[in-house]
């Protein structure tokens, strides 16, 4: 019995805002808060102007980096073995900033509310990667990766669920988490064959890389680490009112994010690595001037960012709403 498909674009709506992005790399350009990144850009054929930060990305070079990126994400338990393989993957998500208890109180989250939503996650069959749904407000943002490094695995302990171990903060943070990956991996070329540290980060729309991110990125990718980002694109605001308008920022955004990966890997000596492409995007609530999450438009975003992905093969992971 074949299975059913839910397709929201069709060949053509792909290839036109594929089309549109190219259009957008090569005529604009994305801006990349970082000048090693900007000499990776500039070795490879692509123009750079470094008064304004941008590298403008020919077709040719997308499509020459795009072929490098490897089509599956390792999702590995705490003994580096694969979990059981899924067509889709579901976890726990996001980086709230206040916990609202059952008697109706709230309060700034703390690392112990990101234990909390590690061990529901850890139990609930339906969950694959656990991850803190919270930020840990009472830990001083440079202990933070540690300490949550440490926590998933003291807490992540069913061997079907995977381990996310992310390298945050600066380069020299990433450095460390990387270390700390290869002592448990129990070497480091152990770790390049399953690597679950990633480094990388959300873009801020339009078509801007911030430095902190450029590092992340450079440093994971050139030690053949995964690398992950999140786009965030959103109508009325940070991109066009328009959904298919909307799709073409995040789509730019996601090639110009898996070509400097690439780069950043391919010139370190590795072929190519797996790099998740990320979609959060939503529409702006013109009334109130926010991000809302849970409505129509956002759940045809992010349907319509997988699919993308899908055509570039490559790993994606999208909000649900």
């Known amino acids: 019995m074949g299975k059913m498909m839910l397709e929201f674009l069709s060949k053509n709506d792909i290839e036109r805002i594929h089309a549109a992005s190219i259009k957008v790399l090569e005529t604009i350009g994305a801006q990349f808060i970082n000048n090693k990144a900007l000499d990776y850009f500039e070795k490879n054929g692509c123009i750079v102007d470094r008064?304004?930060?941008i590298a403008k990305i020919p077709e040719a070079v997308v499509n020459e980096?795009?072929?490098?990126?490897l089509p599956k994400m390792p999702y590995l338990n705490r003994d580096f073995r694969p979990i059981p393989e899924r067509e889709v993957h579901f976890r726990t998500f996001g980086q709230g900033t206040y916990l609202t208890e059952k008697d109706g109180s709230v309060h700034p989250s703390t690392s112990k509310d990101q234990e909390k939503?590690?061990?529901v996650g850890?139990?609930?069959?339906a969950v694959d990667i656990p991850t803190s749904a919270v930020a840990a407000r009472d830990i001083p943002p440079w202990k933070t990766n540690f300490e949550g490094t440490v926590r998933y695995w003291n807490i992540v302990s069913d061997p079907n669920k995977a381990i996310r171990g992310y390298g945050g903060g600066t380069d020299e943070m990433m450095d460390v988490a990387i270390q700390m990956a290869t002592i448990l991996a129990g070497g480091e070329?152990?770790?390049r064959r399953n690597p679950i540290i990633r480094g990388g980060g959300c873009p801020t729309?339009?078509?801007v890389w911030p430095n902190i991110i450029c590092e992340r990125m450079m440093q994971a990718a050139k030690n053949g680490m995964t690398t992950s980002t999140i786009g965030m694109a959103t109508s009325g605001s940070m991109a066009p009112m328009s959904l298919a308008g909307t799709m073409v920022v995040h789509n730019s955004e996601m090639l110009s994010f898996e070509v400097f990966s690439q780069m950043v890997a391919y010139d370190a000596g590795f072929q190519g690595i797996a790099a998740m492409m990320g979609c959060s995007?939503?529409?702006l609530d013109v009334r109130k001037g926010y991000y809302p999450v849970g409505n129509p438009e956002m759940a045809l975003l992010n349907a319509a960012a997988a699919e993308l992905a899908q055509y570039y093969n490559c790993p994606n992971t999208s909000a649900g709403a």
């Open 205 to 207: 729309s339009p078509l």
């Open 65 to 69: 980096f795009m072929q490098k990126a």
């Open 51 to 53: 008064k304004r930060m």
């Open 281 to 283: 995007s939503s529409i």
């Open 189 to 191: 070329k152990k770790l």
């Open 122 to 125: 850890n139990a609930l069959p």
């Open 117 to 119: 939503v590690l061990i």
